[in-house]
């Protein structure tokens, strides 16, 4: 290379050849995306980042927490955000950062002790970038979870109202500690709410009962019977029934039903209501 | 000097409202009120109100159960009616279980419970 300037800092090791390491680096990152994001796309989002580096290594050294780069570490959040939306893993978003490394490589060629040290400074910035975006990754798919988590939690516990006093909650899924609490609250409200003396737990939709859920499920019986109303526990299947005995959990004086339908009939009997089936009609 | 919580009167059912906050004097005095009043109106019930306490603690947890050993000792059955669901959360993770206690969810439930054991107990 014939214009040499000295001394020759990362900034200069940038900009040298700008639109080959461009896009060189521009290359590598859509040939690792496979197509799954347009061309056009990566080179807007690059060609950004490539500007806020140099200008931020311009500005302010090689500080990545610093002031200086914060324009290219809110794009790098960005990025990062929409890649975790997008369902790419951690390694293709880092290579968006990584990759520059590589298309700086070519400017190794010369031997320049200067160009070297530059180029591994550089590295060092560019290595804090891409642990930066993998947290940033892995911060959003953290948010994306709790988010889920909790839609789940809103969706999976109704309590809905059987007859005149008479509540139900059919549980689906597996129960943990945090559910059952949230079950445990909405079931008790429900109760005051509806004036209902008497409450229905199915766990039907319940893969797997432990002693851990039966302790919860005892819990919120005693609860509600606590505010004065009666509690029936009903569809627990063969296999649960087994796991019960097995484990050696008592349910104590807790009623139990196999289906929903028992609780219910149990239940509306107990409210001083009875079903009279009529003549004539066939069942 | 803590103020006393009043015993009311309903024909044979005494009802107690709790409307502040319970201290330990508080519910000693209660107790023993409790006690004559039973003797002296041959109360055959005591409903126990607590719609307006929101936070409980072993203490009047257990202040109920023995509520409730008093009056069954002076032949008089205890409902504790108005139990709000974080109340009855916070007995339950203290063990509580208040075994010997009956509840109803409101006044009205609970004097028809009342109403109903003397009906059964005539029948007998």
Same mark, same amino acid.
């Given at each position: 290379?014939?214009?040499?300037?000295?001394?020759?800092?990362?900034?200069?090791?940038?900009?040298? !050849?700008?639109?080959?390491?461009?896009?060189?680096?521009? !290359?590598?990152?859509?040939? &690792? /995306?496979?197509?799954?994001?347009?061309?056009?796309?990566?080179?807007?989002?690059?060609?950004?980042?490539?500007?806020? /580096?140099?200008?931020?290594?311009?500005?302010?050294g090689d500080d990545t927490r610093g002031?200086? /780069?914060?324009?290219?570490?809110?794009?790098?959040?960005?990025?990062?955000?929409?890649?975790?939306?997008?369902?790419?893993?951690? &390694?293709?978003?880092?290579? &968006?950062? /990584?990759?520059l490394k590589q298309a700086l490589e070519p400017a190794l060629r010369n031997d320049s002790a200067d160009d070297t040290t530059a180029y591994l400074r550089?590295?060092?910035?560019? !290595?804090?970038?891409?642990?930066?975006?993998?947290?940033?990754?892995?911060?959003?798919?953290?948010?994306?979870? &709790?988010?889920?988590?909790?839609?789940?939690?809103e969706l999976s516990t109704p309590v809905v109202k059987l007859w005149n006093g008479v509540i139900a909650v059919p549980l689906v899924g597996t129960l943990d500690s945090a559910r059952t609490q949230v079950v445990m609250e909405k079931l008790l409200q429900a109760l005051v709410d509806t004036g209902s003396e008497q409450a229905i737990i199915d766990i039907t939709g319940v893969p797997a009962? !432990?002693?851990?859920?039966?302790?919860h499920l005892l819990k919120t019986v005693v609860a509600a019977r606590l505010m004065g109303a009666e509690c029936t526990v009903s569809g627990i299947r063969p296999q649960i029934a087994q796991t019960i005995v097995a484990l050696g959990i008592e349910f104590g004086d807790i009623i139990t039903k196999a289906t929903l339908a028992d609780a219910l009939q149990h239940a509306l009997r107990a409210s001083g209501v009875d079903l009279v089936a009529h003549q004539g009609v066939g069942r | 000097m803590?103020?006393?919580?009043?015993? =009311?009167?309903i024909g044979d059912? =005494? =009802?107690?409202?709790?409307?502040?906050?319970l201290e330990d004097q508080t519910v000693l005095d209660l107790q023993e009120d409790l006690a004559d009043q039973i003797v002296a109106r041959s109360a055959r019930g005591v409903i126990i109100d607590i719609t307006a306490v929101e936070i409980v603690d072993s203490f009047v947890g257990r202040m109920l159960a023995t509520i409730a050993s008093i009056s069954r000792l002076l032949d008089a059955e205890t409902v504790v009616v108005g139990m709000r669901p974080a109340v009855a959360i916070t007995l339950v993770e203290l063990g509580l279980s208040l075994g010997g206690v009956r509840t109803a969810l409101d006044l009205e439930k609970g004097l028809a419970l009342l109403r109903r054991s003397a009906t059964g107990a005539e029948l007998q």
């Open positions: 290379m014939a214009k040499q300037v000295s001394p020759r800092g990362p900034v200069e090791l940038l900009t040298t !050849d700008r639109e080959k390491v461009t896009a060189d680096w521009i !290359d590598t990152v859509a040939g &690792s /995306l496979q197509g799954r994001i347009s061309r056009a796309e990566v080179d807007r989002e690059l060609r950004e980042l490539y500007g806020a /580096l140099v200008e931020g290594l311009r500005e302010g002031e200086s /780069l914060s324009e290219a570490r809110a794009l790098l959040t960005e990025l990062s955000r929409n890649r975790a939306r997008q369902g790419f893993t951690p &390694s293709e978003t880092a290579i &968006s950062v /990584l990759a550089l590295a060092r910035v560019l !290595d804090d970038l891409a642990l930066f975006t993998v947290e940033a990754y892995t911060r959003t798919r953290e948010e994306i979870i &709790s988010s889920q988590a909790a839609q789940l939690m009962v !432990d002693t851990q859920v039966a302790q | 803590s103020e006393r919580v009043p015993v =009311l009167r059912i =005494l =009802l107690v409202s709790i409307q502040v906050d």
